[in-house]
């Protein structure tokens, strides 16, 4: 397996444990009978504030992963897996590890500077690719 | 390299890449890198041009999320043809028309121009199935 799938299997993961992070404080705040019904109306009680920011967190991430799913089949399938392309699939998953505690506490700027790095590594392997 | 079905996955979503920057900027425009930037508890409207980019976006994530299995079993299934890559041509200027056409408010065409990509990537689907199973 070429550095960029295991990244690619391992931000898969990391998206299951984001998963699990939200949806345990949502279930205790909202309720199961709330979560496991179908959901017509609003829950009772909101979500609370780091509930409601690991929900955006994990949201984003389905954005971020999309893309960098497409990057690392793209980089793979095409024969351009480098060291460059490599470092870029590191350099994604360790800035979407940072983004769940920079999203959770509010880190305000580092959050986006956090983002920003795991969009333009996910960028820049999709310009290999292609080149 | 607009004439194989990957590189156009990937040139499509480089193309969703920058119709986020571009939403980004937009909102950046009307409510503001530090609110873009804090945690977003509360909700704040983004305006109406910045608000069609995010429906645009979530649209475009969709899109490739569907597009993309689909040139995935088309390579790996040894089945792509001429009309695939015209399939994948087609869904790329189609998703570019709907990312133009939905800021700037323009109905029906960007409705047909959204059924266009759809009926692509349904086309592609198709296709993939003809593959032989191993």
């Known amino acids: 397996m070429t550095p960029e799938l295991t990244a690619l299997v391992l931000a898969a993961l990391l998206q299951v444990v984001q998963l699990v992070l939200f949806s345990i404080p949502a279930n205790l705040e909202l309720g199961s009978d709330y979560t496991t019904s179908p959901r017509d109306g609003q829950p009772a009680r909101k979500l609370s504030q780091g509930a409601a920011r690991l929900q955006r967190a994990l949201d984003n991430h389905f954005e971020g992963l999309i893309l960098f799913t497409i990057a690392c089949v793209a980089v793979t399938l095409s024969g351009k897996a480098g060291t460059l392309t490599a470092a870029c699939a590191w350099a994604y998953l360790a800035a979407r590890v940072a983004y769940i505690p920079a999203y959770y506490y509010g880190l305000s700027t580092w959050r986006s500077l956090i983002w920003a790095a795991g969009f333009f590594a996910t960028l820049l392997m999709l310009l290999a690719a292609l080149v | ?134």
């Open chain 2, 1 to 134: 390299m607009l004439h194989s079905e990957p590189h156009l996955l990937a040139l499509y979503a480089l193309i969703v890449a920058i119709t986020m920057v571009v939403q980004v900027g937009a909102a950046a425009l009307t409510v503001g890198l530090p609110y873009l930037s804090s945690p977003r508890d509360e909700q704040k409207p983004l305006g109406t041009v910045p608000e069609r980019l995010r429906r645009t976006v979530d649209n475009s994530v969709v899109a490739l999320a569907l597009v993309a299995p689909a040139v995935l079993l088309v390579e790996t299934g040894g089945v792509a043809i001429p009309a695939t890559v015209l399939a994948m041509q087609i869904f790329v200027l189609a998703r570019i028309a709907f990312a133009v056409l939905y800021p700037l408010g323009i109905p029906y065409a960007r409705t047909a121009v959204w059924a266009l990509g759809f009926l692509a990537t349904i086309f592609l689907y198709l296709i993939a199935l003809t593959a032989p199973l191993r």
